[in-house]
């Protein structure tokens, strides 16, 4: 699927750290401005110029211009940013599903989303609350079988522990309508060290 101009695109800062995600169009705002560096799928940055003169392969997503083909970069280079915003991660139905990764943390299946329900771990009726350590994801069925029981009460036990998502996770939940590869190393912590492009 193509997004064009509204492709997201991970921004990181000088320390190579996730900050944001934005659109295509507003990367490459950035890039021509000077204010940042498109990375290469080999973590190689690039000025607009050189980024522009990049052809790209028949699989790479790209946006037309009058002077030829412009790939999307995945990622892109804060110039001179060197924090990380801390942001806090809205609890929504949204967030939770993004959070367990669409699957019932009882049985673990992925059903379709609109077999999915937000599960109060201690129900509401026993003085559970509505909060990210309170709330999973499960389908219909596990949700029915549990109703107002604790978990161990059915014979049911949780794949994880729902915790508050850490800031890295907050960038994932931002990260709609996708991910991408190229993100997995910025978004975990273990990306490569390479050098920050000479200003």
Same mark, same amino acid.
């Given at each position: 699927m193509s997004y064009g101009l509204s492709a997201p695109v991970l921004v990181l800062n000088r320390s190579y750290s996730p900050v944001r995600v934005t659109t295509a169009?507003?990367?490459?705002?950035?890039?021509?401005?000077?204010?940042a560096w498109a990375l290469s799928r080999v973590f190689e940055s690039h000025d607009f110029e050189q980024w522009s003169s990049?052809?790209?392969?028949?699989?790479?997503?790209?946006v037309g211009t009058p002077?030829?083909?412009?790939l999307v970069p995945r990622l892109v280079?804060?110039?001179?940013?060197?924090?990380?915003?801390?942001?806090?991660v809205r609890l929504s139905r949204r967030n939770v599903f993004l959070r367990?990764?669409?699957?019932?943390?009882?049985?673990?299946?992925?059903?379709?989303?609109?077999?999915?329900?937000?599960?109060?771990?201690?129900?509401?009726?026993?003085g559970g609350r509505s909060t990210w350590d309170n709330l999973v994801t499960s389908c219909r069925e596990c949700n029915l079988k549990k109703g107002r029981a604790l978990p161990h009460e059915c014979g049911m036990v949780l794949?994880?522990?729902?915790?508050?998502?850490?800031?890295?996770?907050?960038?994932?939940?931002? #990260?709609?309508?996708?991910?991408?590869?190229?993100?997995?190393?910025?978004?975990?912590?273990?990306?490569?060290? #390479?050098?920050?492009?000479a200003e």
């Amino acid at each position: 699927m193509s997004y064009g101009l509204s492709a997201p695109v991970l921004v990181l800062n000088r320390s190579y750290s996730p900050v944001r995600v934005t659109t295509a169009r507003q990367a490459f705002e950035m890039l021509y401005q000077g204010r940042a560096w498109a990375l290469s799928r080999v973590f190689e940055s690039h000025d607009f110029e050189q980024w522009s003169s990049l052809e790209p392969a028949d699989d790479d997503e790209h946006v037309g211009t009058p002077s030829g083909r412009l790939l999307v970069p995945r990622l892109v280079l804060l110039a001179t940013f060197n924090r990380v915003p801390q942001a806090p991660v809205r609890l929504s139905r949204r967030n939770v599903f993004l959070r367990d990764g669409y699957q019932c943390q009882y049985c673990g299946r992925r059903p379709p989303v609109r077999d999915l329900n937000l599960d109060h771990v201690t129900p509401r009726s026993r003085g559970g609350r509505s909060t990210w350590d309170n709330l999973v994801t499960s389908c219909r069925e596990c949700n029915l079988k549990k109703g107002r029981a604790l978990p161990h009460e059915c014979g049911m036990v949780l794949s994880s522990r729902p915790v508050r998502p850490r800031w890295s996770a907050a960038v994932q939940l931002e #990260a709609a309508p996708r991910r991408f590869e190229e993100w997995e190393p910025f978004l975990t912590g273990n990306h490569p060290l #390479a050098p920050v492009a000479a200003e």
